[in-house]
């Protein structure tokens, strides 16, 4: 639309992306529609750095300049199949950027880390490097300054889409990343009205019906999902292979799924609620019904799994 005409004038010549040149993941089908949308991703971060390098030299023409923190962070993966919303690494391995000018800063230009961090760290990081004390009922800690909180797994879930339930839970630490399916015979790609209008989605479902998917995307397809996965995300960044059944990684499976346990058991769960009893409780916003009117069968072609393909509340398992 003109909105997207309007952010694209930002970029400068050869800014753009060539859907013929940008990487595909294993778990997508190469296809030029999907190669298409991949490449509006790519522009659109083009364009974000545009925009954060204005706010930038703002910034660099104020008061403030040599004393603000800069922190750069996004909310989840690219919006694409087995990305945004999902457990895998391209839905919860996300960019975290930090600029601090101070002669003493915390960071020094061009640093790498490789330390593990959680989204609930930044509250605590921002009190802690302001001089402010962090409560204690905050779950996450400093992940920069004098304060700093070396964590060694990172937590994430996945609860209602929208329209669509399902309950999964993963921890990761600095190589293994595990994912706990509370339901597994519910389907990976419940039908979700916001992912059917990605051309990438569609394409997807069409070569499925069409018996033209070609493995490694058949994964997103199965008519159920395994109880647990475990991938080793230094050697298996796309999260293809899964060592959950793999004897010899035995001992790592079991480390992972008891530090999730006892995450879970020290703060509790409340996916384990139904989400009436949340909203009776006044926990949530009651939107259940908005979200029942959009619950409809795919096409006969693209259903897979059992009656339960679309659903949007389960009792407790």
């Not at 403030?64 to 391995?93: F, M, P, Q, S």
């Not at 989605?201 to 490694?216: F, S, Y």
């Amino acid at each position: 639309g003109r909105e997207r005409e309007r952010e694209m004038s930002r970029l400068g010549p050869g800014q753009a992306h060539d859907p013929a040149e940008v990487p595909v993941p294993p778990y997508l089908p190469d296809t030029p529609e999907v190669r298409a949308d991949i490449a509006r991703y790519y522009d659109a971060l083009s364009i974000g750095d545009a925009q954060i390098g204005e706010v930038l030299e703002a910034l660099a023409q104020s008061p403030y300049r040599d004393n603000t923190i800069v922190i750069y962070l996004t909310d989840h993966g690219r919006g694409l199949v087995r990305e945004k919303r999902w457990c895998y690494g391209a839905g919860v391995h996300l960019p975290l950027i930090v600029r601090d000018p101070r002669p003493a800063g915390v960071v020094r230009p061009g640093q790498v880390r490789d330390d593990v961090v959680s989204w609930i760290d930044l509250a605590p990081t921002i009190l802690s490097l302001a001089g402010v004390a962090v409560p204690d009922h905050y779950q996450g800690g400093p992940f920069l300054g004098p304060d700093r909180h070396v964590r060694e797994y990172a937590f994430f879930g996945r609860d209602r889409m929208d329209e669509v339930f399902d309950r999964v839970r993963g921890c990761r630490d600095d190589r293994f990343h595990y994912i706990r399916n509370d339901f597994p015979d519910l389907p990976y790609a419940q039908p979700n009205i916001y992912m059917e209008r990605q051309v990438t989605t569609r394409i997807i479902r069409d070569m499925h019906a069409e018996g033209r998917l070609p493995e490694p995307a058949m994964l997103w397809m199965a008519d159920h999902k395994p109880p647990e996965e475990l991938y080793d995300w230094h050697a298996d960044p796309h999260m293809i292979h899964n060592l959950a059944e793999d004897p010899a990684h035995t001992p790592i499976l079991e480390r992972m799924r008891q530090a999730l346990e006892s995450e879970l058991s020290r703060f509790g769960d409340l996916g384990e609620q139904p989400e009436r009893e949340l909203i009776a409780q006044g926990l949530v916003a009651d939107r259940m019904d908005e979200y029942a009117a959009r619950i409809a069968p795919l096409a006969e072609k693209h259903r897979i799994g059992g009656r339960l393909e679309a659903v949007l509340e389960m009792p407790r398992p």
